[in-house]
């Protein structure tokens, strides 16, 4: 029998105790049915035919026992006695109980808690399509290495015309809008962005259209796309709201669009609006864009790089006044959004996996003490036969049935905690819409209640006194 059959039976046992315990019974029951009919068929009666048979058959019990270890279905049984016994003695203890699942939650709730900011912020890639090719574009000066500037819109629009590497580029810009019209006046930040913008990052409106490229010519651009999340909020989800007229600093804009629940870029921006720049109107020295792109298929960070560079130079020798020294850089915009606080993150959560090793210990502490106080109990079940084995299975099933409950509690720390420290923090971290107990989070701590209870369960194991010197 290969380890995949036994799995599946070991399996099957938990959730068919009965039925292969009944299983068992009537294929015995057939067996001891066919000696008897044997029996009789040489000349015995049928009281003695089954006797007999009996006899011969050996101790029923032991051999049920056999039967049902050798299918798997002996250690469904032990496994629920387990259970319902350490149930029992958690029960029986509840001031050793509440202390331990208290130690064990904190410890969990905290790492749940960072690690869904984690997996929000770091791990999860960002949602646009095929992300690794996007990246962020910025001004500088080569020769100072001075900070990474904003962008000037006619240095824009030439990187936009002769870049062969990138496959596209938008440009944006914060805004801050005052939305008039309902119970009272909000102040709303949005962006005004090229047609472009959206196209560039791969994402589409959840409902309604893209901005068009004639809408970026001012006198055009009083059009709007909305966030998912102002949508639901001030506007109650309303689907006619499409084709509507809203009014924003005190001219008439038309909503267009809803975009997506997930989308947020640039960060805490709830509107959209095209950007209109009359060109005849801006110097190149002007400097007050931010820029992405798009990486063709196929194109290196540094071949976009080393092209971005040459351009600058090309720049540079047609506009000397204005593009002295001047550079550009490419940053993936992963690393844009992410990079300021990818290294105190992890700090962070280094450090709450540490509080969780502690909370481990003080509770492998408090199991080794109920195991010296159980020391008595535990040395008359080994003396009866009790195989070390079974005694082992119930430390680990009661520290794993501490585990499952402190997870549990844990996780409602953690919703509570991560709302708490999300309303005071979350305005400098990105993604922050992101951020959330999810399934990942779920699963995460399934498998931290799993380790933890292995790992204090053995801990408090080996230091027993009840297995220091016991055999078998």
């Known amino acids: 029998m290969n380890v995949f059959q036994k799995i599946w039976r070991w399996l099957r046992s938990l959730g068919q105790r009965r039925a292969v315990k009944q299983e068992i ?103 646009f399509r095929q992300p690794e090719r996007l990246v962020q574009i910025w001004e500088n000066r080569r020769r100072e290495k001075a900070e990474l500037d904003t962008v000037s819109p006619l240095n824009f629009a030439d990187w936009r015309e002769r870049s062969r590497t990138l496959e596209g580029m938008a440009a944006y810009r914060h805004e801050s809008f005052t939305l008039t019209g309902g119970d009272q006046p909000e102040c709303v930040p949005g962006a005004a962005v090229s047609a472009s913008f959206l196209t560039v990052l791969g994402v589409n409106p959840a409902t309604g259209r893209d901005f068009r490229a004639e809408e970026g010519i001012p006198g055009k651009h009083r059009v709007v796309l909305l966030s998912h999340g102002m949508w639901e909020r001030r506007f109650g989800a309303d689907a006619k709201l499409l084709g509507q007229v809203i009014t924003l600093n005190g001219e008439s804009f038309t909503v267009i669009g809803i975009l997506p629940p997930q989308f947020e870029f640039p960060a805490s921006v ?34 976009a790089q080393t092209e971005m560079n040459a351009i600058a130079h090309q720049l540079e020798e047609q506009y000397p006044d204005s593009n002295a020294d001047r550079g550009v850089q490419l940053v993936r915009l992963r690393e844009q959004l992410v990079g300021r606080v990818k290294l ?17 210990s003080n509770v492998a502490n408090l199991l080794l003490a109920r195991a010296a106080a159980r020391s008595r109990e535990t040395a008359i079940r080994l003396a009866l036969g009790a195989s070390r084995l079974r005694l082992v299975r119930e430390f680990l099933t009661e520290s794993l049935l501490l585990a499952l409950v402190g997870g549990g509690v844990g996780l409602l720390l953690a919703s509570w905690g991560l709302h708490a420290w999300l309303a005071v923090a979350g305005s400098q971290l990105p993604r922050i819409s992101e951020v959330a107990i999810d399934s990942t989070a779920l699963g995460f701590t399934a498998v931290v209640s799993l380790l933890t209870s292995v790992f204090f369960g053995l801990a408090a194991r080996q230091k027993s006194p009840a297995f220091g010197n016991s055999e078998g």
Do not use: Y
């Open 25 to 127: 019974d009537e294929e015995l029951r057939f067996h001891i049915e066919q000696r008897t009919a044997e029996n009789i068929a040489a000349g015995m009666s049928p009281e003695e035919a089954a006797r007999e048979a009996r006899k011969r058959f050996g101790n029923l019990q032991s051999v049920r026992e056999e039967c049902r270890e050798r299918r798997g279905a002996s250690f469904g049984e032990a496994t629920w006695q387990d259970v319902r016994f350490g149930l029992r003695m958690l029960r029986k203890n509840p001031g050793f109980t509440v202390v331990a699942v208290l130690t064990l939650a904190l410890g969990m709730g905290a790492n749940t808690a960072i690690f869904s900011v984690v997996d929000a912020v770091l791990l999860r890639p960002l949602p």
């Open 270 to 303: 709830e509107l959209w609006a095209p950007l209109a720049i009359d060109f005849g109107r801006v110097v190149r020295g002007d400097h007050f864009l931010s820029a992405i792109g798009r990486l063709k298929a196929g194109v290196s960070l540094a071949a």
């Open 344 to 360: 105190r993150l992890w700090i962070l959560l280094g450090a709450v996996g540490f509080v969780l090793l502690i909370a481990c």
